[in-house]
């Protein structure tokens, strides 16, 4: 189910480019149209849910981290390492009301983040 005007099921449909780098189980990566890191991708259930504030099932969740982590394998960043972050709402830093996982790596992190 999409829902009307969202960025994200729009580029699901294919509707609006991406570099697509993996897609199955329900899942899509592509590459952050303004990356922050060398590898910056974003990871995404292929239906539509707001936030982790309403993912409901548990599963999906737990199959979302597992296919980011098999595309930073793939991706060739899982031995150096990376990072996975979900900002949620506003104070989280959220833009797009489609649930996503950044994938960022390619260089060290920072901590604490911005
Ligand atoms: P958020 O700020 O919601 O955590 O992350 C949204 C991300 O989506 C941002 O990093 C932004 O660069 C990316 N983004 C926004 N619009 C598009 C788009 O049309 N295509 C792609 N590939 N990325 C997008
Ligand atoms: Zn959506």
């Given at each position: 189910m999409s829902a009307a005007g969202c960025i994200f099921c729009k580029i699901v449909a294919g509707e609006i480019p991406a570099t697509v780098v993996r897609r199955g189980d329900g899942m899509l990566a592509f590459k952050d149209v303004n990356p922050q890191a060398p590898t910056h991708l974003l990871v995404i259930p292929t239906h539509h849910v707001a936030s982790l504030n309403d993912a409901k099932d548990p599963?999906?969740?737990?199959?979302?981290?597992?296919?980011?982590?098999?595309?930073?394998?793939?991706?060739?960043?899982?031995?150096?390492?990376?990072?996975?972050?979900?900002?949620?709402?506003?104070?989280?830093?959220?833009?797009?009301?489609?649930?996503?996982?950044?994938?960022l790596g390619g260089r060290p992190m920072t901590w604490p983040p911005g």
């Open positions: 599963q999906l969740l737990g199959r979302l981290l597992g296919f980011a982590r098999d595309v930073a394998r793939d991706a060739g960043v899982a031995e150096r390492g990376y990072r996975v972050v979900m900002n949620t709402n506003p104070d989280g830093g959220q833009t797009v009301f489609h649930l996503h996982l950044h994938l």
